[in-house]
């Protein structure tokens, strides 16, 4: 199974900062993953699919990178609706599995 | 739009059996792959099971093969995750999600909570 290490599992932060999350894959996933916004009590948001297309509606002060093993999602400028709890996912090959999670919370 | 609604979520004991159905509306559902995702209380995602959009391929992690079945009924639009022999560590909150054909979720349920407990 290919492992997804999401760092750092916690991360504090103000409104305006930039901020980057890591996903690395424990074997290559080429360009295969996505990344999700969780709120508490809600479901995952797509955010990024093929590591740096933008869903749509999606604010643009999101971005992805990255290809084979390492991969990095970056927020420019944060807002107060963005604080919430980031996950990264390959599909790549079964089983899909996910990241254990980047919690964003305000510093 | 698109809808995706979970039902058929409860108590369950250790050892029994639940169905849990997923209707779909606002897109044509035979034409996508679908999934069921689930979350731990606290925790993170774990995928549960794929199937195609004719039900002719199916997916499974590999700690519920050979109790949970996926199945689908497109005449109804609707999705279905068959659970038996549950176990205390499958309590979660199910979710059911539309599956892009690349393997991202394009949309998710509210989801379900299942809870395994005597």
């Known amino acids: 199974d290919i492992q997804m290490t999401q760092s750092p599992s916690t991360l504090s932060a103000s409104v305006g900062d930039r901020v980057t999350i890591t996903c690395r894959a424990s074997?290559?996933?080429?360009?295969?993953l996505a990344w999700y916004q969780q709120k508490p009590g809600k479901a995952p948001k797509l955010l990024i699919y093929?590591?740096?297309s933008l869903d749509s509606g999606v604010p643009s002060r999101f971005s992805g990178s990255g290809s084979g093993t390492e991969f990095t999602l970056t927020i420019s400028s944060l807002q107060p609706e963005d604080f919430a709890t980031y996950y990264c996912?390959?599909?790549?090959?079964?089983?899909?599995?996910f990241g254990r999670g980047t919690k964003l919370q305000i510093k | 739009e698109v809808q995706l609604v979970e039902s058929g979520g409860g108590l369950v004991q250790p050892g029994g059996s639940l169905t849990l159905s997923c209707a779909g509306s606002?897109?044509?559902?035979?034409?996508?792959?679908m999934s069921w995702v689930r979350q731990a209380p606290g925790k993170g995602l774990e995928w549960v099971a794929n199937?195609?959009?004719?039900?002719?391929?199916?997916h499974y992690v590999d700690s519920v093969k050979g109790r949970f079945t996926i199945s689908r009924d497109n005449a109804r639009n609707s999705l279905y995750l068959q659970m038996d022999s549950l176990r205390a560590e499958e309590t979660a909150v199910y979710y059911c999600?539309?599956?892009?054909?690349?393997?991202?979720?394009?949309?998710w349920g509210q989801g379900t909570l299942v809870t395994v407990s005597s």
């Open positions: 606002g897109f044509s559902f035979s034409s996508y792959w």
């Open positions: 093929k590591a740096s």
């Open positions: 074997q290559s996933i080429s360009f295969w």
């Open positions: 996912q390959q599909s790549h090959s079964y089983p899909y599995t």
């Open positions: 999600a539309r599956l892009d054909r690349s393997g991202y979720y394009l949309d």
């Open positions: 199937i195609k959009q004719d039900g002719s391929e199916k």
